[in-house]
Structures are given as structure tokens and as C-alpha cells.
């Protein structure tokens, strides 16, 4: 399974970004999906993540800003960040888990926010 990130980019606070995770390979056992990310010092935490039967999960920090979705035809999962706030500055990665904890054994390459005050 290849993961595919995109869509990071700099953003001024109050804005909005929206992430792509494109999956390829043998994606069919793929349950779940996860986007973490991990600011400068700090550990990678879970933001959000969504099942094959869409129950989707949110860290305390972004509940009501972003949103997380899943395009099976296309195999992709997009994270839609608004309300950005500078403390969102981290590299985002995505994960793909054949179970349901959005903590399995493959992750894409990082892709970089930065929300600027």
C-alpha cells in the first residue's frame, strides 16, 4: 500500500486548507484511514479518522473545524481544515489500518502546514 499526501501549504490564521490522501496498491483489506500530525518538539497525535463504513473519530483540538471524508472511487481520504489556527502548524501524514484504530502500518509522506498569525 502507497500513501499519497498533498494539499499542505501556509495559510494565514482563520483559513482554510483541505488534505489529500490518495491510496494505491492493495488497498482492498484497508479499513480505516487517519490523518496525524506532529508540530516541532512534540509527538504525532491522531487528528481524525474514518472507516471503510464512514464512523469518523476527532482529536478534542479540531472538533467543529475540520472535517474528514472518503472517496472510494477515487481511494482517496481529504481532511478539510477551517478555522485555522496557528497552533495547526505541524507536517501532516496519513495512515492506513486494516483494523480500526487509524494507527496501522502504513503512513504517506508528510505534507507541511503552516498557519501563520
Known amino acids: 500500500v502507497q500513501l499519497q499526501a498533498s494539499g499542505g501549504g501556509l495559510v494565514r490564521a482563520g483559513g482554510s486548507l483541505r488534505l489529500s490522501c490518495t491510496a494505491s496498491g492493495t488497498i482492498f483489506s484497508i479499513n480505516a484511514m487517519g490523518w496525524y500530525r506532529q508540530a516541532p518538539g512534540k509527538q504525532r497525535e491522531l487528528v481524525a479518522g474514518?472507516?471503510?463504513?464512514?464512523?469518523?473519530n476527532y482529536a478534542d483540538s479540531v472538533k467543529g473545524r475540520f472535517t474528514i471524508s472518503r472517496d472510494a472511487d477515487k481511494n482517496t481520504v481529504y481532511l478539510q481544515m477551517d478555522s485555522l489556527k496557528s497552533e495547526d502548524t505541524a507536517v501532516y501524514y496519513c495512515?492506513?489500518?486494516?483494523?480500526?484504530?487509524?494507527?496501522?502500518?502504513?503512513w504517506g509522506q508528510g505534507t507541511q502546514v503552516t498557519v501563520s498569525s
Open positions: 474514518i472507516t471503510s463504513g464512514g464512523s469518523t
Open positions: 495512515n492506513a489500518d486494516y483494523g480500526s484504530s487509524y494507527l496501522g502500518p502504513h
